[in-house]
């Protein structure tokens, strides 16, 4: 019997095989350490969980799974979608190094969904994308499951709303409650409280309907029985426009928090979400990398509370602003971004389709963006390697790659396929406390669906922002570290 075969018939009786994880290799930065979205812990892992949630039965939109090998042998891989309307579905996939494989749910009726990814070795990453009216939206999955789990971003005023997510995909049933932290203190909703999430099965809990008109809105997932993923679709309006962006659940706490690299210029606002889940008033700084300290942003977290930073500051006349949280009385928060871009932004056509000149520009002119709204996970800690999947060129979408260097030395980087050596560009400089972006719509060896691999010198924070060439539509996520 095939190691496939053996996997169907584990999820035919609705569990999962046992997790194989491999010990990370050495380095200055293990895979545990490079912890990159509240609880991914790299590459390593044979099994996947991809809590979406994830719009299905609706023609306008297209909901996808997309896996990327970076091993040096084809990883088998069983998939399995479960929707809010109708059974489970399994397929069976082989992935061969350095080429993207897409998986889409099957359901016809409309509704949620989410899926499951187990393989029969290391070196898989994978993601979970949305295409639909708000643009591209993209997040990775998590290879990690608990029994609690944070969320941090959005809210319910006006039109606003958040479809939260909860997700089984082992063999035992749990029992979950949910609390949300908000502006007017901590609230448990009856309707929230022992929600049963059966083996395999997704529970998708509009918050809005018990939680309306929180300006600021937190959440902390405990479960009894099995663990859960989870998972948010954000909704909000902003310029007339209706968006959506995918949250990713995490069981990280951490006193210090990494974001790479984002429009940060007059149209470009980026507010930074932080919870505080513990007994201890947290006091936290929150400000742009590389400057100085007193240009930071002093904030008190209360015990069980949650605050908003918004980064107004001077530096918001930068074109590109990565965030750092620290605490500064060693009590560990939960950080999250939340990037929303007003206006559209765009670039004047320079004469050439230089790579080099147009990544200087775009350090100086915030690279083409359209009307967004995105939500980006923390870095607790940089790594040497990243692998950035669901990326996309072509006549309507693109791919910024952005590397941003926390360290005090300089980081040369090289961006090249899974798998593969050769160099998608010559390999990149990026000075001490600064960042790097490149667009690979100037990349003429990038076409269509495609994932990289960021090797540095350094160790750095990679993110993968695709944007819609339309007026409508940026998501940047955080990459995901390779052991």
């Not at 901590?186 to 998708?204: M, N």
């Not at 530096?315 to 999250?336: C, D, E």
Request: glycine share 10%.
């Amino acid at each position: 019997m095939t190691l496939v075969s053996s996997l169907a018939g584990a999820l035919a009786l609705g569990g999962l095989a046992s997790v194989a994880v491999r010990a990370p290799s050495s380095g200055r930065t293990t895979a545990g350490e490079a912890s990159a979205v509240r609880g991914v812990p790299g590459a390593s892992s044979t099994q996947w969980s991809c809590a979406g949630p994830l719009p299905v039965g609706d023609p306008k939109v297209s909901s996808s799974i997309e896996l990327t090998n970076t091993a040096n042998r084809p990883v088998q891989a069983a998939i399995t979608f479960s929707s809010t309307k109708g059974g489970p579905t399994t397929e069976h996939f082989v992935v061969v190094p350095g080429v993207p494989m897409v998986a889409r749910p099957g359901a016809r009726a409309r509704g949620m969904a989410a899926a499951r990814v187990l393989a029969d070795g290391s070196g898989l990453s994978v993601v979970e994308l949305i295409h639909g009216s708000s643009g591209p939206i993209t997040a990775p999955c998590t290879a990690v499951t608990s029994t609690t789990e944070y969320l941090v971003a959005g809210d319910t005023r006006r039109s606003d709303n958040i479809a939260l997510s909860l997700y089984d995909p082992g063999a035992t049933p749990a029992v979950a409650s949910v609390s949300f932290s908000t502006a007017s203190g901590r609230q448990a909703p009856p309707t929230f409280q022992g929600v049963p999430v059966g083996a395999g099965q997704l529970v998708v809990l509009t918050v809005a309907d018990r939680l309306p008109f929180a300006p600021e809105v937190a959440m902390t997932v405990r479960t009894s029985g099995g663990s859960v993923a989870v998972g948010a679709l954000d909704s909000t309006r902003l310029s007339g426009s209706f968006l959506e962006a995918l949250e990713v659940g995490g069981n990280t706490t951490s006193g210090r928090w990494l974001f790479a690299a984002a429009p940060a210029g007059p149209a470009a606002s980026q507010v930074i979400d932080l919870l505080n889940p513990s007994k201890k008033t947290a006091k936290v700084e929150v400000g742009y990398l590389g400057l100085s300290r007193g240009s930071k942003i002093a904030v008190v977290v209360p015990a069980g509370g949650l605050a908003r930073v918004a980064l107004n500051s001077e530096a918001q006349s930068r074109a590109l602003g990565a965030a750092v949280v620290k605490s500064t009385n060693g009590v560990p928060v939960v950080a999250g971004r939340e990037l929303r871009v007003a206006t559209a932004i765009s670039q004047a056509k320079l004469p050439e389709r230089n790579p080099v000149l147009r990544r200087r520009r775009a350090l100086l002119i915030v690279p083409r963006v359209g009307v967004a709204y995105t939500i980006t996970g923390g870095v607790v800690r940089p790594a040497e390697r990243w692998v950035v999947g669901g990326g996309e060129a072509d006549k309507t979408a693109s791919e910024l790659v952005t590397v941003t260097n926390p360290t005090p030395g300089r980081a040369v980087v090289k961006i090249v396929r899974p798998g593969g050596t050769v160099p998608y560009v010559r390999s990149i400089v990026v000075a001490p406390f600064a960042s790097d972006v490149i667009d690979f719509a100037d990349v003429a060896s990038a076409t269509g669906r495609f994932s990289i691999v960021v090797l540095s010198s350094e160790p750095v924070v990679v993110t993968g922002s695709l944007y819609d060439k339309g007026s409508v539509g940026f998501t940047s996520s955080v990459a995901i570290p390779l052991d």
